[in-house]
């Protein structure tokens, strides 16, 4: 089983830039491929982009993908996520997650989450 | 862009059935994934492809489809059930992850 455990609470100031972690532990023999999906307070599941290590693809929201950037090192099983030019409508709780086309590239398995507040 | 739908909110006593629904046109070709999100926590896989259960999840939790709607049903619904649920398809042409705006469910 793989379990995915992500960096700590980030406060950022608008304008700013931000980088989230996600490591995978456990059976990472397996081929997942990783998403993001963020959470506003009170508000629904926002997918924001993925990608796939094994073949070195990305995907990003049409709303976001001028300011994300998701990369990974397989070197230490992990996720990153980039996002620039913060806005406080990027306030929310950001969760990577694991998929894998076994599943029909359902969303396997989650991180706990990693909380960010942009606020000045 | 594709869309889902889902019902802001369901109410159902428990022992009942609960059903969630999913419409949109891309869930007609794409597999439609369900999550489970008590408050506080991380959203759970309970369905995939449409009508698969991950191993842990209960049987009374259970997918249907018909056409341009997906359905999760919950039998025998309990109290620890409430919770928010979501529908999760992809858009075909993208490869963008979609998700509904989740379904709120009340036990009476």
């Known amino acids: 089983q793989v379990q995915l455990v992500q960096s700590g609470t980030e406060l950022k100031k608008p304008g700013a830039s931000l980088k989230v972690s996600c490591r995978a532990s456990g059976h990472t023999s397996t081929k997942f491929a990783f998403a993001w999906v963020r959470q506003a307070p009170g508000g629904a599941l926002e997918w924001v982009g993925w990608i796939n290590p094994s073949k070195g693809s990305t995907m990003y929201a049409q709303n976001l993908q001028e300011r994300v950037t998701v990369t990974t090192d397989t070197s230490t099983a992990t996720v990153y996520l980039e996002l620039r030019s913060l806005r406080s409508d990027d306030t929310a709780m950001y969760y990577c997650?694991?998929?894998?086309?076994?599943?029909?590239?359902?969303?396997?398995?989650w991180g706990q989450g990693t909380m960010v507040t942009v606020s000045s | 862009s594709s869309e889902v739908t889902q019902p802001p909110s369901v109410s159902v006593s428990p022992g009942q059935t609960a059903r969630i629904t999913c419409s949109g046109e891309t869930v007609a070709n794409i597999y439609t994934s369900w999550y489970q999100q008590k408050p506080g926590q991380a959203p759970v896989l309970i369905i995939y492809?449409?009508?698969e259960r991950p191993s842990g999840i209960p049987e009374r939790f259970s997918g249907s489809s018909s056409g341009t709607t997906v359905t999760l049903s919950i039998s025998e619904v309990q109290a620890e059930d409430e919770a928010d649920y979501y529908c999760q398809s992809a858009d075909a042409t993208t490869a963008s992850v979609i998700f509904g705006g989740g379904t709120k469910l009340t036990v009476l």
């Open positions: 492809k449409d009508i």
């Open positions: 997650a694991g998929f894998t086309d076994s599943r029909g590239d359902a969303l396997e398995v």
